[in-house]
């Protein structure tokens, strides 16, 4: 059983996770990582959405944060403010997991425009509660595919804010968690940079190449002096992510 790159990047993402582990989760993704987590080495992990479920069980991935299953299968759900102000800001979430449009090399992400703010050539659907996750969360962990326009020199805006332009920048503005800790792609796994917080390669995807991640990204990339493969997914692993998305689909009546 090949996984397909996607795969790759959703089990990559899932084995960060433990049972201890209060988790912050992203519609798509994210959500897809988490889950399955959930359902293979993780089963006691809490997963909580923005709209308020906390430790919610879903046996299909939701359309969205409103979607009927999340308040369904939590244990409780509370008002957003609550979830906010007492849960994300009172820092009683270890971990926040976030996809975005654009990510620049020190982990910044942009989901509001693609150009000028004031006249973009896309506008995308926004923050939502993005920044406030990227700011409260102990530590966060992203979810993108590689490509040019994804992984850009220079962010025309940025909604949640990563390393800033280099070590110590989160510090100067009071920010005491950890920001982003680990960008799983399609492609390889990276880390910031213990002295700059740069983004690093430490990690390739069974079969993947330098030059495959370099052509996937628009800044010269650092390779990790010590660079890692990533383990193979194993069959359970792609079974139980490749039943998590049949139920969806056949749920939805559309691809997850």
């Known amino acids: 059983m090949n996984a397909t790159p996607t795969e790759m990047m959703t089990i990559a993402a899932a084995r960060l996770l433990t049972n201890t582990d209060v988790c912050f989760v992203g519609i798509g993704a994210p959500s897809a990582a988490c889950n399955l987590a959930r359902l293979t080495h993780a089963p006691k992990i809490t997963l909580i959405y923005e709209s308020g479920t906390l430790s919610t069980r879903p046996s299909v991935l939701p359309l969205s944060i409103g979607d009927g299953e999340l308040c369904d299968t939590a244990l409780t759900t509370v008002a957003v403010p609550e979830m906010f102000r007492y849960w994300l800001q009172g820092g009683r979430i270890t971990i926040g997991f ?69 070590k110590g920048d989160r510090a100067a503005l009071g920010l005491k968690t950890k920001g982003p800790t680990k960008i799983m792609t399609d492609l390889c796994v990276m880390e910031p940079d213990p002295e700059t917080a740069e983004l690093t390669v430490v990690s390739l995807h069974p079969g993947v190449t330098r030059e495959q991640v370099q052509a996937g990204c628009a800044w010269p990339l650092r390779f990790a002096a010590r660079l890692a493969e990533t383990p193979a997914a194993t069959a359970q692993e792609l079974s139980v992510l490749r039943d998590l998305h049949a139920r969806t689909k056949q749920a939805h009546g559309v691809a997850a």
């Open 98 to 166: 976030l996809g975005g449009a654009q990510i620049d090399r020190f982990a910044n992400l942009n989901t509001t425009v693609v150009g000028p703010y004031d006249a973009p050539k896309v506008r995308l659907p926004g923050g939502g509660g993005a920044p406030e996750i990227a700011s409260n969360c102990g530590e966060i962990f992203i979810t993108m595919a590689m490509g040019t326009r994804a992984f850009v020199e220079k962010l025309p805006f940025i909604t949640s804010f990563g390393h800033g332009t280099g």
